[in-house]
């Protein structure tokens, strides 16, 4: 008989959106706080069903093209978190943009099965029903905006672009099945276990699969549509983009590339090299020149993703769990220096230009201080998670023999530096343009703290969480 319950998460979720959508079509405006906390509620029964049914190893379904482990458990509890901190930082923003709207939750809610399926995928097929269930959910989340021209654009180029993507890495799947007559990962990694196994067709279909890979990551050079996606949607819109979507584009690589054709890596490894230098140069050279703090966020985004990659490109079980636990610590800074953006907004006001953040030590000490140190923990700076984050990937390669990947690390992230600290020297030098205070509600400030302090908490004792991505990943 069909086993369903390593899918229970994923089904409970299903129907959990179902709820959300059917209730949300009787409320009026002023009652859609019960929207929210239905959203929240569906968090909560997925989080517990998939701490319910924590596998202590792996529990396959659906004729072996689902599977439940403890990676993909863990993976999914760190993902219902970022989902809820959208749901937090994004309420009283929605209210005063008058976006507070069913259709934001519901979205994000299918953005998160997506996530959801992608992280339990174990066949080709699998994976690429919940890359399309998450990008389908983006697409129309930047559209939200109806009355903002640039997020029409915005999304007008994310949804051909990633049409574009789609479809090449759906051919690399279609190359990949008729050279090896299977879509399971189990399979694929057996075929190419065999000698002689990786051939000229094997090969393409593999570039394909890379490139499909890398734009899903943002990565250098198919990374144009990040800036344009993240300047052009609304905040919460790209809170949620530049968070949670990274634990689906590692889940990307993790299945395909080391479970499904790790005995490939010789051939995939300098494919992700050159990305992966490429990222981190253009990403933190790019940033530099920005003043818009979202596009900031961008070109950040993408040199971050030259470091994730850097696990991959390592090729050991170290190097995989390093991208892990880089991809977990970032998803904890993206939302909480987009939290900030949206802290710092009010009604009619947008604080997303650098400027926005002069002086603002004089105008609250306390969320100068936290944003200090999310901006520390993206530079890399000690004792925060950042910086282990990136010492444990730069470890990998060293490891590995890739001195040179290393060192063009440490140089290019000394580089990116230069635009964290700045908005650093902003807030404390710089006298206040704007001596409005700050209009947040009081749950909104403490769970942006949190956040903060989180970061300091993971960077002074990375251990735990370490010691968990090495467990699981085992």
């Not at 899903?216 to 905040?235: E, L, R």
């Not at 993790?254 to 010789?266: A, F, K, N, P, Q």
Request: glycine share 8%.
């Amino acid at each position: 008989m069909l086993d369903f319950q390593p899918a229970a998460a994923e089904i409970f979720m299903l129907f959990a959106i179902c709820v959300v959508l059917l209730v949300d079509v009787y409320l009026g405006p002023a009652q859609r706080m019960v929207t929210f906390r239905l959203a929240m509620l569906a968090l909560v029964g997925a989080a517990m069903c998939s701490a319910y049914y924590l596998p202590s190893g792996m529990q396959t379904t659906f004729s072996g093209s689902f599977i439940l482990d403890p990676a993909s458990a863990v993976l999914k509890l760190f993902a219902y978190l970022i989902v809820a901190l959208v749901f937090m930082y994004s309420r009283d923003y929605l209210v005063r943009a008058g976006l507070f709207k069913g259709e934001f939750f519901v979205l994000v809610l299918f953005g998160l099965l997506g996530i959801m399926v992608m992280l339990s995928a174990y066949s080709l097929l699998t994976l690429y029903l919940g890359l399309e269930i998450l990008s389908l959910s983006l697409y129309a989340l930047v559209a939200f905006d109806r009355d903002s021209a640039n997020a029409a654009e915005s999304a007008m180029k994310y949804f051909v672009l990633g049409a574009i993507a789609s479809g090449t890495l759906l051919y690399g799947i279609s190359i990949l099945y008729g050279v090896t007559g299977t879509v399971q990962l189990g399979a694929l990694a057996a075929h190419f276990a065999a000698p002689d196994a990786v051939t000229v067709p094997a090969l393409l279909g593999l570039a394909f699969i890379v490139v499909g890979v890398a734009f899903k990551f943002g990565a250098v050079p198919f990374h144009t549509w990040v800036p344009d996606v993240y300047q052009g949607a609304t905040t919460p819109v790209t809170l949620f983009i530049g968070s949670a979507p990274k634990i689906a584009a590692f889940a990307l690589a993790w299945r395909l590339l080391s479970e499904g054709l790790g005995d490939m890596h010789s051939s995939w490894q300098g494919m992700l090299a050159v990305l992966c230098v490429l990222s981190l140069a253009l990403g933190n050279v790019a940033a530099i020149a920005q003043s818009n703090l979202k596009r900031m966020l961008a070109y950040s985004t993408i040199s971050h993703v030259g470091f994730i990659l850097m696990g991959f490109v390592a090729g050991s079980e170290e190097g995989l769990r390093a991208a892990m636990f880089y991809t977990l610590a970032y998803s904890l800074m993206a939302a909480a220096a987009f939290g900030m953006i949206i802290l710092l907004s009010r009604k009619g006001f947008e604080a997303e230009n650098l400027g926005d953040f002069k002086g603002l030590n004089a105008r609250s000490p306390w969320f100068a201080f936290i944003m200090l140190m999310i901006m520390f923990s993206m530079a890399g700076v000690p004792p925060f998670v950042g910086f282990y984050a990136k010492l444990v990937v730069l470890g990998s390669v060293i490891e590995a023999g890739m001195l040179w990947l290393a060192l063009t690390g440490v140089v290019l992230a000394v580089v990116g530096a230069f635009y964290y600290l700045r908005i650093v020297w902003f807030m404390y030098f710089v006298e206040p343009s704007d001596n409005e205070p700050l209009d947040a509600a009081v749950d909104l400030r403490f769970v942006i703290s949190a956040n903060g302090l989180g970061l300091l908490a993971l960077g002074l004792f990375p251990g735990a969480l370490l010691n968990l991505c090495a467990r699981v990943l085992a």
